[in-house]
């Protein structure tokens, strides 16, 4: 459905409404061109809606993705495809096991997300004044990307290692907080963030490499909600494939994965990303750095696509709503 901002004006009469700063939110661009006044608090509502729904419709091939990445899995848990490891499970395991860990990652997604799209606007704009004179700039919007992503990360990681330990065959726990009091008591606090160094440098280039792609996308003359979904797919697709063998270790560092840490005699917990690699190396060769790609980019395509479309969307919603309120009512 294409959305022209011709359309748009005629539909909301939005030649009426002006910023304070006196400067309408049309435009000669397309329905997405909102005023440099954007609050905060729109950026960060709509992102967490939109990380809400990303994390949540693709979620059964992100607990797929988890299993594929094992390095010695469980011969009941070894799958050729991801539909046939959806429907082994589902079969096998119940209906909603493909869901296990979804409560802690909506719980993590809504905060995570609003940080990261309410840092990535007022850096990349910031960023874009110092680079291109307010326009949009490349290496802005990588950038952008890659501040964005620490605080992300931050906040989702330990919400990454619960659900990836609840994702796992023959998952130990009994739900949410047993795994949560579990890790604490064994593990200790820092379990929850020992692959957030592997996680921030599988996720900058990611994020960087990303948004790069979704803006440069974007640098069409008319701009509709086909292009957010193609855009936002074309950039999870190539950054997924590219940064498959770190999540691999980040995988294997938030499972601690027994079976496979025991073959190699490894006492205690596994730690460090180098560590890490030499370990995967050693269990699989190159091709164990590749383990689950095909879920990876299946999960990252529809989500990523969802997340900006969603987040464009609810952008241009609530700054129309929030202009609108500022204008007040129209004389009869």
Known sequence: ???????????????????????????????????????????MTAGAVAGILEHTVMYPVDSVKT?????????NAQYRS????????????GIFRPLRGLNITMMGAGPAHALYFACYERVKRSLS???????????ANGVAGSVATV????????????????QM?????????DCVRT??????????????????????????????????????????????????????????????????CKTLLNTQENVALNSMNISGHLSGMANTFRTVYRLGGLPAFFKGVQARVIYQMPSTAIAWSVYEFFKYFLTKQQLEQEAGPRPL
């Open 1 to 43: 459905m294409e959305l022209s901002s011709e359309r748009v004006v005629a539909t909301l009469e939005m030649s009426q409404v002006t910023s304070k700063d006196e400067e309408p939110f049309n435009s000669d661009g397309d329905y997405e061109s909102l005023p440099p006044h954007v609050s905060v608090t729109t950026h």
């Open 67 to 75: 299993r594929m990445q094992s390095l010695q899995p469980d011969p």
């Open 82 to 93: 991801v539909y046939e490891a959806l429907k082994r499970i589902v079969r096998t395991e």
């Open 129 to 139: 004044d110092v680079f291109q004179s307010g326009g949009n700039s490349h290496l």
């Open 169 to 177: 065959y023959n998952s130990p726990y009994r739900g949410l907080w």
């Open 183 to 248: 890790i604490t008591y064994t593990e200790g606090i820092g379990a929850f963030y020992r692959s957030y160094s592997t996680q921030l440098t599988m996720n900058i280039p990611f994020q960087a490499v990303h948004f790069i792609t979704y803006e440069l996308m974007q640098e069409q003359k008319k701009t509709c909600w086909s292009l957010h979904i193609v855009s936002g797919a074309a950039a999870g697709a190539v950054s997924a494939a590219i940064t498959t063998p770190l999540d691999v």
């Open 151 to 166: 605080l992300h990360d931050a906040v989702m990681n330990p919400a990454e290692v619960v659900k990836q330990r609840m």
